[in-house]
């Protein structure tokens, strides 16, 4: 088959670009081509069904990697611009008690997606889905995708098929491999958004445990990122939000990263020692593995009271000394565990690294090979959990969607 503008990927930027190439040039057949049997799956997934589609506070430290994506999402429209005023959703921010969090005004994603379907066929966009591109040739006045037996002839392409997190959404990795064998640069690609492994060890008698608290990444000493929420503890690594805020960094510090956790930031480290001591004139006939009960629960409180003392758990808790009421605080106020990798790609909600901003131009066009435009998750950025990465989807679409649109305008059609 033939068309003008070839979209490879039907998620958030690609949907997206389909929408604005064909708004930017009416007389162009955009056809959407789709991995999956349906498109916009990872979409429908986003925010646990409820689709966290933006955030009232982007800036540039919540997002990581070589290209700029904090100065294209401010040229481009907004949530509000583009989501209600265009699509007709309406939003609101703050659900869940997520501070800043947009999301639509029915609480559910597929709200999104059934608007954005809609948008496509009145805009006369054709989706081609189960067809996987197995490989893109550049040839003389646009490109051919090799879809198996079958190929495309496009005159633009616009490259919108993710990175390696959440395979089952159609999100393999399958094109970026396509662009490195084409000569594109790559940042060191590993997954972001996600929990951090850490030595199963370090974690006996853990797994379960939930406990608000401040966890920062550490480096040879010094703190590269605090973040506050809660902290779970799993089997064979450390999850919650502030910690998949930390995953990105693992890339540049592979083997010299440490997660510090303080398990109780409003008590400063003074005052908590004083508590304990309290505490030990209270509780001085129990047993020392009730020193911590009433601050938090059994297996948290058990586990560190053996991490921080090298006695009996029988021994009477009038029997500590106030260096041993020092070492449960500082374990409280610093637990440490260093971080031995990341979590599979299936655990992941986003890819750290991808096509290096290197070989894009403003518009997101490639240096490499004019007519051919990269957007969303295949690019080197990855935003913090809260909307930034979706965010990022539909500014990147909107962008090469646009651009792309113009530049086929611009050469006759």
Same mark, same amino acid.
């Given at each position: 088959?033939?068309t003008?503008?070839?979209i490879?990927g039907g998620g958030a ?17 955009v056809?959407?081509i789709?991995k999956?049997?349906?498109?916009? #799956? ?11 589609l933006s955030? *009232? /506070?982007?800036? @540039?430290y919540?997002?990581?990697g ?5 100065e294209i999402i401010e040229k ?8 209600t005023?265009y699509?007709?959703v309406l939003?609101?921010?703050g659900s869940?008690g997520r501070e800043g969090?947009?999301?639509?005004r029915s609480?559910s994603s597929?709200t999104?997606v059934?608007a954005?379907?809609?948008k496509l066929e009145e ?7 189960g067809c996987?591109?197995?490989d ?13 037996d ?7 392409l616009?490259i919108a098929a993710?990175?390696y997190?959440?395979?089952t959404f159609?999100?393999?990795g ?12 790559t940042? #060191?690609i590993?997954?972001a958004?996600a929990p951090?492994?850490v030595?199963p060890d370090? *974690? /006996?008698?853990? @797994?379960g ?5 401040e966890?920062s990444?550490v480096s040879?000493g ?7 929420g809660?902290i779970q503890?799993n089997?064979?690594n ?5 910690v998949f805020n930390l995953?990105y960094?693992?890339s540049?510090?592979e083997?010299r990263l440490?997660l ?7 008590m400063?480290w ?6 304990l001591e309290?505490?030990r004139k ?9 020193l911590l009960t009433g601050i938090?629960?059994?297996?948290l409180?058990v586990y560190i ?6 006695r009996p ?5 009038s029997?500590l000394?106030?260096n041993?009421?020092?070492a ?6 610093s637990l440490e ?6 979590s599979?790609?299936q655990?992941?909600q986003?890819t750290m690294g991808?096509v ?11 240096k490499?090979?004019?007519?051919m435009y990269?957007c ?6 990855a935003?913090?959990c ?10 990147s679409?909107?962008l ?6 113009k530049?086929?305008k611009?050469?006759g059609?």
């Amino acid at each position: 088959m033939t068309t003008d503008i070839a979209i490879i990927g039907g998620g958030a930027s690609g949907l997206t670009a389909a929408i604005t190439a064909k708004e930017a040039n009416m007389a162009a057949k955009v056809t959407i081509i789709e991995k999956l049997p349906r498109t916009g #799956k990872k979409i429908i997934a986003s925010g646990n069904g409820k689709c966290n589609l933006s955030n *009232l /506070k982007l800036s @540039k430290y919540n997002y990581h990697g070589s290209v700029n994506a904090v100065e294209i999402i401010e040229k481009m429209p907004d949530y509000r611009t583009f989501f209600t005023d265009y699509l007709g959703v309406l939003c609101i921010s703050g659900s869940e008690g997520r501070e800043g969090g947009i999301y639509p005004r029915s609480n559910s994603s597929n709200t999104i997606v059934n608007a954005m379907r809609m948008k496509l066929e009145e805009l006369g966009i054709e989706e081609v889905c189960g067809c996987e591109v197995k490989d893109i040739v550049p040839e003389k006045g646009g490109f051919k995708l090799i879809c198996g037996d079958e190929h495309i002839s496009c005159k633009r392409l616009v490259i919108a098929a993710g990175g390696y997190a959440a395979p089952t959404f159609g999100t393999d990795g399958g094109i970026m491999r396509l662009l490195k064998n084409m000569g594109y640069k790559t940042a #060191k690609i590993c997954p972001a958004v996600a929990p951090l492994r850490v030595s199963p060890d370090s *974690l /006996k008698g853990l @797994k379960g445990v939930r406990v608000k608290g401040e966890i920062s990444a550490v480096s040879d000493g010094k703190i590269l990122r605090t973040e506050k929420g809660e902290i779970q503890f799993n089997e064979n690594n450390i999850s919650g939000i502030c910690v998949f805020n930390l995953a990105y960094l693992f890339s540049e510090y592979e083997g010299r990263l440490t997660l510090k956790a303080d398990l109780l930031p409003e008590m400063q480290w003074n005052v908590l020692k004083e508590y304990l001591e309290n505490i030990r004139k209270k509780r001085g006939n129990l047993s020392v593995e009730e020193l911590l009960t009433g601050i938090f629960v059994k297996n948290l409180a058990v586990y560190i009271v053996k991490k921080s003392l090298d006695r009996p758990m029988t021994d009477k808790v009038s029997s500590l000394k106030n260096n041993e009421i020092s070492a449960v605080v500082n374990c409280i106020k610093s637990l440490e565990f260093d971080v031995c990798g990341c979590s599979p790609w299936q655990n992941a909600q986003s890819t750290m690294g991808g096509v290096h901003s290197s070989c894009v131009d403003n518009n997101l066009q490639s240096k490499l090979h004019k007519g051919m435009y990269i957007c969303g998750e295949i690019l080197d950025t990855a935003g913090d959990c809260g909307g930034y990465n979706l965010q990022w989807a539909w500014s990147s679409g909107m962008l090469a969607g646009g651009s792309c649109g113009k530049s086929l305008k611009g050469a006759g059609k």
